[in-house]
């Protein structure tokens, strides 16, 4: 990933858990069937409340988002770029701009001006003959850069550079790990997206592999977010390669004979064999000798989202088992996952970045069950949001393993976890 309280919710362990990996509680489907029909609403009894005389919590996800908006329109540079005074690699603009735009395009910011200096500095990186014209030591993140600025060049609020945006999707779609670069099935790397400085290439026999060329699944679940919000259809071969590396870092097997009880639980991590950045660390091995690493929230939202993107209906099973874990997993004020005891340390490290993820899952999440009453999920985890925002209207994660301490990351995170 880019690695770079009064009025609150008083929250309980959910009561509402899920008995078996394949079914909700009779009551949580009833619940969160009801929801979703016309005409019907839980009773006020059912729902959370607000205090009489404070802000309704529309209100309060309102003023939250004009707040933390106007934080990242202060960080603003006059040319339009977003730059961290914290850490080298945000300094040159080009990693948090975009995410910084997405982020304000979210919250429906009316400052167009900021939107449009944004832009024009992203569509200036496109040269005349369509290529992208990195920084003279290249991107920190280039893969992030491309899917970010293709998200935002497709808002409806920025209609106007269609040549800039054919390009910019034009440069992610060729960093895919597949058979044009060298990639085959066969090779655990293929169908996803890493963090390449250039193209990722395959090496020949005998060659080291670069650094960073390998798949992962956060750079291929932003890599998806950008191929959809871009309009590429569904039967591009792209999706479908791409589904062959995620289903490699989800805790599953297709073939329920063969499902190991204490590693299968439908969650995901982020990348095969690395007991360092799969966050959560190792869960230990299975009958065949495998070492296993736990599921943890920030990969199984982005796995689920994934699932969705390449074709999976969410009645499929490797997205139901993923929905699954995150409500059996669900605490809004926590990132979820059976962390190993020396990785405890960093469990809340990606914790917005965990929240903006799970709020852009397509699934439906079911109502919870606290001490107030029964709440969406993402409403649960938007009320913490709202209590962890500071006076000055940002966000900002006291653990710093990921980067979440830098203010305008977890700022940005946040906002598009409260649209």
């Known amino acids: ?48 409340q607000n205090v009489p005389g404070e802000l309704s919590f529309v209100e309060r996800v309102a003023s939250a988002k004009e707040r933390g908006a106007a934080f990242l329109l202060g960080r603003q540079a ?59 030591y290249g991107f920190d993140f280039s893969l992030y850069t491309a899917a970010l600025t293709v998200i935002s060049l497709n808002h409806d609020r920025i209609p106007q550079h269609p040549a800039a945006r054919a390009a910019w999707l034009r440069f992610l779609q060729e960093r895919q790990l597949t058979e044009e670069l060298g990639w085959q099935p066969a090779d655990r790397e293929y169908g996803g997206w890493g963090y390449a400085r250039g193209l990722p290439r395959k090496p020949k026999p005998g060659e080291l592999i670069p650094p960073l060329t390998e798949s992962n699944l956060s750079a291929t679940t932003a890599a998806l977010d950008a191929l959809h919000a871009a309009g590429v259809p569904a039967r591009n071969p792209a999706y479908a390669k791409a589904l062959t590396f995620v289903r490699r870092c989800q805790n599953w097997n297709d073939d329920p004979a063969q499902r190991d009880p204490t590693f299968d639980d439908g969650g995901f991590f982020f990348i095969y064999n690395d007991p360092v950045r799969n966050k959560a660390g190792v869960a230990g091995k299975d009958s065949l000798g495998n070492e296993r690493y ?51 340390l960093d469990r809340m490290a990606v914790y917005y970045y965990y929240a903006a993820s799970l709020v852009k899952t397509q699934s439906t999440l079911p109502a919870i069950e606290t001490a107030d009453g029964f709440a969406p999920m993402k409403r649960l985890l938007q009320e ?36």
């Not at 929250?11 to 009551?27: G, N, Q, Y």
């Not at 982005?302 to 993107?309: I, K, P, T």
């Not at 009645?315 to 995150?326: G, I, K, N, S, V």
């Open 1 to 48: 990933m880019l690695a770079f309280n009064p009025g609150g919710v008083s929250l309980v362990k959910p009561r509402v858990r899920l008995c078996e990996p394949w079914v909700l509680s009779r009551r949580a489907f009833l619940f969160t069937a009801l929801a979703g029909l016309p005409g019907c609403r839980r009773d006020d009894k059912q729902t959370l």
């Open 78 to 136: 006059a040319d339009g770029a977003w730059r961290s005074d914290t850490y080298g690699t945000f300094k040159d603009g080009t990693a948090l701009t975009p995410l910084a735009l997405h982020a304000i395009l979210t919250a429906a910011s009316e400052q167009q001006d900021a939107i449009d200096r944004a832009t024009a500095y992203l569509v200036a990186m496109v040269r005349s003959d369509g290529s992208i014209a990195p920084p003279s």
């Open 294 to 344: 736990h599921s943890y929230g920030s990969a199984t939202a982005d796995g689920l989202r994934c699932l969705h993107h390449c074709g999976l209906l969410e009645t499929d099973p490797r997205p139901l088992a993923a929905h699954r874990w995150l409500v059996n997993q669900f605490e809004a004020a926590t990132h979820p996952g059976n962390y190993a005891e020396r990785r405890a």
């Open 384 to 419: 913490e949001l709202l209590i962890k925002q500071r006076d000055d209207g940002s966000w900002l994660n006291p653990v710093h393993a990921t980067r979440e301490d830098e203010p305008i990351i977890a700022t940005s995170f946040a906002l598009i976890a409260l649209a």
